[in-house]
């Protein structure tokens, strides 16, 4: 009997190490508690509105390497839309300003010397910012690092931490955030192409990637729980969902690609982040949009951080939402869509059909110290990895990031 790699968690990290695997010729079993796949990365059917929706809103560029691989592997490319410019919109709520930052497609910088390219009260050397990011210490925090007075502070790196790394600035890692500039802007507009789902996550991110794990000759098993490893060893011997054992054969392996709190239930001896913040969505079904579908704009000053634009749909992303998830659903519904009328031009009185939707532990927070506790992939069982957007990928937890995981995990099984 041909040795199995039993992958257990089908969100992102979890599709990304079975896809993997399943392409080298591994026989991939793929198991998730829910009775779907995609985890925080997926579409559903949402009866108030009537209408699919993504649970979350998630934007790939074309220099998320780990994702474009991922893409190119389940078949996918044809199921996105692709921007034919790299162009981040903003709109500060607060002066009524709008600008556009424009990063030009090569690697030198040059857009950094054109007004019209960069945020709207900047010059070229408020860039040199992210060298202080880069070097700062690895203990440091972004308001730490930066002069919080200066407009490219609130503009630029404000909205970037928060979108990338779900961790207000006080609390931030300023090494992580100039990595991760480093990594996109610094790369050019060339790999800043936003990436749109034509359908949603599933259609995009979830069934292509389930059907290459299916063709391959893989198992996909619903709605079972892992509810306990038995260990001998250097080697997980046996799994638990709740229906006695499953024995591992001697060359079995096990993928654990779920959250970190779970992982850490499951092994105790595991100390992975503890510390998680919260991000908030909304969505508005609308019979005619304000702009073009598949776009969007970030806000300063307003309660709403990004505005998407989707065939039918508005949605927003608020992200280190925690000083909203208490709130009333119906209150955040009002607040938020007063940013969207106020950013189109719409009537906020006119409230259209809603959902609103919290994660209260929607990622670990990238703080310095949090930084520190994410596990490596290789365990001290011979037969055991972890994966998730919160081991130990270099990235914070996105789509990229959860990837990346994934494919580590893979790699280091087949090593």
Not at 46 to 51: K, P
Request: charged letters at 20%.
């Amino acid at each position: 009997m041909s040795a199995t790699v039993h992958v257990i968690g089908a969100g992102m990290a979890g599709l990304a190490a079975s896809v993997r695997l399943a392409q080298t010729g591994r026989k991939v079993a793929l198991y998730d508690a829910a009775g779907q796949a995609g985890g925080r990365c997926r579409s559903y059917f949402d009866e108030t509105l009537g209408c699919r929706l993504d649970n979350g809103n998630h934007l790939l560029v074309s220099g998320n390497t780990a994702a474009m691989a991922y893409i190119a592997e389940t078949n996918a490319a044809a199921t996105f839309v692709t921007a034919d410019i790299a162009a981040f919109p903003f709109l500060d709520l607060k002066s009524q300003e709008r600008w556009s930052v424009r990063p030009t497609e090569g690697r030198v910088p040059w857009w950094l010397f054109v007004a019209g390219r960069r945020v709207a009260g900047t010059s070229a050397l408020d860039y040199l910012d992210a060298l202080k990011l880069t070097r700062a210490a690895a203990t440091a925090t972004i308001s730490q690092t930066l002069d919080a007075r200066r407009v490219i502070y609130e503009r630029l790196w404000v909205p970037l931490a928060v979108a990338a790394l779900n961790t207000e600035v006080e609390q931030a890692s300023a090494r992580l955030l100039g990595m991760i500039f480093a990594e996109t802007f610094g790369r050019g507009g060339a790999g800043l192409h936003p990436l749109y789902p034509k359908e949603g996550l599933s259609e995009s991110l979830v069934d292509p990637a389930l059907a290459v794990i299916q063709a391959k000759g893989g198992s996909l098993r619903f709605g079972q729980r892992l509810r306990s490893l038995r260990f001998e060893g250097e080697r997980v011997a046996a799994l638990d969902f709740g229906r006695g054992e499953l024995a591992l054969d001697a060359e079995d392996s096990v993928v654990l690609a779920i959250t970190a709190p779970v992982a850490k239930d499951l092994i105790p001896a595991l100390d992975p982040p503890d510390a998680f913040r919260a991000i908030v969505n909304s969505h508005f079904k609308v019979e005619t949009l304000p702009g073009q579908a598949y776009s969007f704009l970030g806000l300063v000053n307003g309660t709403a951080d990004w505005i998407f634009l989707k065939p039918g749909v508005i949605s927003t992303t608020t992200s280190a939402a925690d000083r909203l998830v208490d709130r009333d659903a119906e209150v955040l519904a009002a607040a938020l869509w007063k940013d969207i009328a106020q950013a189109y031009g719409l009537d906020p009185a006119k409230l259209p059909a809603h959902r609103v939707v919290k994660e209260k532990r929607a990622t670990f927070a990238c703080t310095p110290a949090q930084l520190l506790r994410r596990p490596k992939a290789r365990t001290r069982w011979r037969n055991l990895v972890l994966a998730g957007d919160w081991t130990d990928t270099g990235w914070p937890a996105t789509i990229e990031g959860a990837i990346r995981s994934g494919f580590t995990a893979a790699a280091a099984l087949a090593a």
